[in-house]
């Protein structure tokens, strides 16, 4: 087995894009994406300034995170070590996009499958060149065995300076980068001008669009913004959010299904397991309701949903999204079996139903924290504490759903259920108080700064901690204190699940806010 790789010389590269054209033409590849594309950054200061090229694209990983995240192995590796990619298979999930470091995938939108750089497979399976490599006018691209001492990169890659881009992610790339200046591999070192580039206007702000930082820079000026910018980008291609408001809401909705569970749970475990209304029958129809909405929320995100039961059928069980479905179909069936148990009225079985209720809901809160931590290219996902916070945020939607039932039925143990949504709330708050101060990657950093003082601040602050913590636990402690009416603890519960999706909606896209290339 080879081990085919780059070498992209960027002291010989001239910037013409003719490696992006015979891309383009070779592969058909739609206006709007690119499967390589070539990289201006400006450096110096006035008269010493300087124009510098890069090609980007896959690198081709060893340890390739698209590979591990991908549901339906649609990403493997040939025999010659490419990365490569089967239309055929894929959901469109867009899983792959979150876990690439390097922004090397896209939806391609007439197949609304995932491509990438796949080094022209079908050419090297012939003996043939890749279409960049035989257009390229000073011989920047080169590609060979890496595992061959003879081949001509391996001399190179031995003998010369050479870099990889990302190499703190340990994905062990094999595109290798010679005279490449460092700016131009770390999009967080170079900065959009706020007159736009050579051929575009600024893109920063446009959330669809390009998510460079843009700082006040002038062409032959370096910028100088204490914020480690060291270079202006001068031309680059835009990469669309991936997660959006859909991934958000399924934070929430099976936040709210696990939640009930857990609460009717632990009811069951003080004794009430005879209330057959209040704890038998409605919360399993509850996390029903909501488990379904999940499911559609999942399969509405997919680019094609048609294909949803690949999770199933070609499952690939590295994939958390894998796991995960096997979690909530597990969480399914007891809470099936639990509503059976409420409407015969069986205590007994409630309470055999009770530990696993509770562990099956915490797999169901929690596993997104491994599925997100497989996003290899977004490094505030990777944060220990998200396991902790899904887990608080569950027993926030547990107690803010009881609360809110309550003002419609009988619910046994309303000073409980009251502190149990404080405790969620507060954890909740405490939890992300130390994700926010907890030292981490200049990429963290950055997505930390868009969360709390950029694009989404006024979310996270008036929603995500104003109305999501802050109000509600003040609401709860005058209940609690005064014995207030239980329309007042609905109150809390109601903002509490308002403030719980202004969080996450602001978590999932400040983490997708840092530029990748």
């Keep these: ?36 594309w070539v990289k ?11 124009r510098k090229f890069n090609v ?25 070590g490419v990365v490569d990619f089967q239309d055929d298979d894929c959901i469109g999930c867009k899983s792959c996009m979150n876990a690439c470091p390097y922004d090397a995938l896209y939806i391609n939108p007439e197949t609304n499958t995932a491509h ?25 691209i080169k590609i060979g065995d890496l595992d061959d001492p003879t081949s001509e990169i391996s001399k190179i890659i031995a003998r ?48 669809g669009g390009n998510r460079h930082p843009t700082v006040p820079v002038t062409l032959g000026t370096k910028p100088s913004d204490g914020d480690g910018i060291v270079a202006r980008t001068a031309y680059t291609t835009a990469h669309q959010m991936t997660w959006k408001e859909k991934v958000s809401g399924y934070l929430v909705t099976k ?23 209040a704890v038998g029958v409605v919360p399993p129809m509850i996390a029903g309701f909501f488990l379904a909405v999940t499911g559609v929320l999942l399969v509405a995100d997919l680019k094609q949903p048609g294909r949803f039961h690949y999770l199933l059928t070609k499952g690939n069980w590295s994939s958390w999204l894998v796991k995960g479905a096997y979690i909530l179909m597990a969480f399914a069936v007891v809470c099936g079996l639990w509503w059976i148990g409420g409407l015969a009225g069986s205590g007994g079985l409630l309470k055999i139903l009770a530990v696993p209720a509770a562990l099956t809901a915490a797999g169901t809160a929690g596993y997104t924290a491994f599925l997100f931590g497989q996003c290899e290219g977004r490094d505030l996902w990777q944060t220990p504490l998200l396991l902790p916070v899904l887990l608080a945020q569950a027993v926030t939607a547990g107690g803010a ?31 992300i108080a130390m994700e926010l101060t907890s030292k981490g990657s200049r990429h963290v950093e950055l997505a930390v700064h868009e969360m709390t003082h950029g694009r989404y601040a006024t979310q996270f602050w008036v929603g995500g901690i104003g109305l999501g913590v802050v109000v509600p636990a003040i609401l709860l402690i005058i209940t609690l204190a005064t014995g207030a ?25 400040a983490g997708q806010s840092v530029p990748l290339s």
């Excluded at 201006?40 to 300087?50: H, M, N, Q, R, S």
């Excluded at 809390?492 to 969080?503: D, E, I, N, S, T």
């Design 1 to 36: 087995m080879t081990r085919m790789g780059f070498l992209l010389d960027s002291d010989n590269c001239i910037g013409c894009h003719a490696c992006t054209v015979a891309c383009k033409s070779e592969h058909d590849v739609p206006l709007g994406v690119n499967r390589t």
């Design 40 to 50: 201006y950054i400006e450096t110096g200061t006035f008269p010493d300034v300087a």
């Design 56 to 80: 980007m694209r896959c690198n081709q990983c060893d340890d390739a995170p698209c590979m591990t995240i991908c549901p339906t192995s649609a990403l493997f590796r040939a025999e010659n």
């Design 116 to 140: 990438k750089c796949n080094m022209c497979n079908h050419r090297l399976e012939v003996g043939l060149e890749p279409s960049c490599q035989i257009v390229c006018p000073t011989e920047a």
């Design 160 to 207: 010369d300076d050479v870099a990889v881009r990302a190499p703190e992610q340990n994905t062990k790339p094999k595109v290798y980068y010679r005279g490449a200046d460092q700016a131009s591999l770390d999009p967080t070192r170079t900065a959009i001008a706020n007159d736009g580039m050579i051929w575009a206007d600024t893109l920063s702000g446009d959330e």
């Design 255 to 277: 936040a709210i299904a696990a939640g009930v569970m857990m609460v009717a749970a632990l009811l069951v475990l003080m004794g009430h397991a005879d209330s057959q209304a």
């Design 401 to 431: 759903t009881f609360a809110i039932l309550e003002v419609f039925m009988d619910v046994p143990e309303p000073i409980a259920i009251c502190w149990v949504l404080l405790g969620g709330v507060v954890a909740t708050g405490a939890l």
């Design 485 to 509: 009416h239980a329309g007042v603890a609905a109150v809390a519960g109601v903002l509490a699940l308002v403030g719980l999706f202004a969080y996450e909606d602001s978590f999932v896209r």
